[in-house]
C-alpha cells in the first residue's frame, strides 16, 4: 500500500518534508539538500511511528535511500527537531549528527540520565503559582513522555561556529540565535542570500520565548538582540522549521520585534495589582489550553516578566513561598 504524503517545496537542490506532530502545530519541516557528495537532512522531526513511514514514503518517492545521506543538521535541540535524529543515524550507517554544544547540553539535562530539568521546571513553576497538583498530575508525567520521541540518542558532532559549514554543494555561514532555545543555529548561504531559521523566525506564528532555569537568565532580551543582529542579513528565502518558507523574511523580524513589544506593554496593563506568572498566563492566555500548551504559556509569560524586571519596570516580592510581581510605583 502507497502512502500519500504532503510534503511542500521543492527547488533543483531542497526538499521540504512535512514531518508530522502530535500537537497543534501539526507539522515540523524537515529539508533534504542534493549535493554530489550526498544527501543533507536538516530537523528530521519528532520519532513516532508515524513519522517513520512519511520519511520511508518519501524516500520511496524520490527514489532515496537511507544510504544515499552524507549527514543529519540540527538546528536546536527540541524534541520536534532532534528526535528522529537517532532513528536516521542508524539507518544511515552511522552518519555525523550535527549540533551546537549548548545545544546538546540541554539534551542531557532534558533526556539524559535522571532529567534534571524536569524536576527544576516543576518547582519554578510551583513557585511561580502554578498548583502543586496540576505540575505533579500533569505537567511532570507529560515531560517525561517526550523522552520516547527522542529515542534512539545519537552521537553527535558540534558545529564550529567560526566557519563555514557546507551542506549540500554550498557553504553556509552557522550563527547562534538564542531566545527560543539556548544554542540555536540559522545557516545563511550569501551568493542565493537564502537561510535556514528553523524556530528563530516563523512566519504567521511566533516563535515560543521561554524561560528555562540554568540556561539564559534573560532570554526576551537574547532573542530580541538576536533578531536585530540576524535583521543585518539580506535574505531572499527563508526556509522556516514552521509553516511554509517565505521571502519577506527582513519584515517579519521586525513584526517579531513588534509583537512582543505590545506584548510587554499588555503585561503591565495586566498588573493592575501584584499577581504571580500563573495568574498572568491565564489573564494573557485563557485557562483553556492543554498542559502542553500551558507549559510553553507559563514559560513565555516568565520570560517576558524577567524582561520587565531586568528594565526595572515591575519589583517581585514573595509571599507564602510564591513570587509576585506589580509596577514599580515610580511607573504608576
Not at 524586571?309 to 507564602?320: G, L, P, T
Request: hydrophobic residues 40%; contains cysteine; proline residues 6%.
Amino acid at each position: 500500500m502507497t502512502m500519500e504524503i504532503n510534503n511542500g517545496i521543492e527547488t533543483p537542490t531542497i526538499i521540504q518534508v512535512k514531518i508530522p506532530l502530535p500537537f497543534p502545530l501539526r507539522w515540523v519541516n524537515s529539508y533534504i539538500i542534493r549535493g554530489q557528495a550526498g544527501l543533507t537532512v536538516i530537523d528530521p522531526g519528532l520519532h513516532t511511528e508515524e513519522a517513520e513511514r512519511v520519511w520511508q514514503a518519501t524516500l520511496d518517492e524520490y527514489g532515496f535511500q537511507f544510504s544515499d545521506f552524507e549527514q543529519i543538521v540540527l538546528t536546536h535541540h527540541h524534541p520536534d527537531h532532534y528526535g528522529m535524529a537517532g532513528w536516521f543515524q542508524e539507518r544511515c550507517g552511522g552518519i555525523p549528527v550535527w549540533i551546537s554544544e549548548v545545544g546538546y547540553e540541554q539534551v542531557q539535562r532534558l533526556w539524559g540520565e535522571d532529567q534534571p530539568l524536569t524536576a527544576e521546571i516543576a518547582t519554578l513553576f510551583i513557585r511561580h503559582g502554578m498548583d502543586k497538583a496540576l505540575v505533579e498530575d500533569q505537567l511532570i508525567p507529560h515531560m517525561m513522555k517526550f523522552v520516547e520521541w527522542v529515542t534512539p540518542a545519537p552521537q553527535v558532532s558540534f558545529i564550529a561556529l567560526d566557519q563555514l559549514f557546507r551542506m549540500g554543494d554550498r557553504m553556509y555561514k552557522p550563527f547562534v540565535t538564542p531566545g527560543h532555545a539556548a544554542g540555536h543555529i540559522c545557516f545563511y548561504e550569501e551568493s542565493s542570500k537564502e537561510i535556514f531559521c528553523g524556530d528563530h523566525v516563523l512566519p504567521q506564528i511566533t516563535p515560543n520565548v521561554s524561560y528555562i532555569p540554568g540556561v539564559d537568565e534573560n532570554p526576551l532580551l537574547s532573542f530580541l538582540v538576536s533578531l536585530e543582529q540576524i535583521n543585518q542579513f539580506e535574505v531572499n528565502r527563508a526556509y522556516p522549521g514552521h509553516r511554509e518558507p517565505f521571502n519577506s523574511f527582513n519584515q517579519r523580524v521586525e513584526e517579531l520585534i513588534m509583537h512582543h513589544e505590545d506584548r510587554l506593554d499588555k503585561l503591565m496593563i495586566l498588573l493592575d495589582q501584584p499577581k504571580h506568572v500563573y495568574q498572568l498566563c491565564v489573564d494573557f492566555f485563557g485557562q483553556n489550553l492543554s498542559i502542553h500548551q500551558m507549559r510553553f504559556a507559563m514559560a513565555e509569560t516568565l520570560a517576558h516578566v524577567i524582561y520587565l524586571q531586568e528594565k526595572s519596570r515591575i519589583v517581585e516580592s514573595i509571599h507564602e513561598g510564591i513570587c509576585y510581581y506589580s509596577i514599580l510605583e515610580s511607573r504608576l
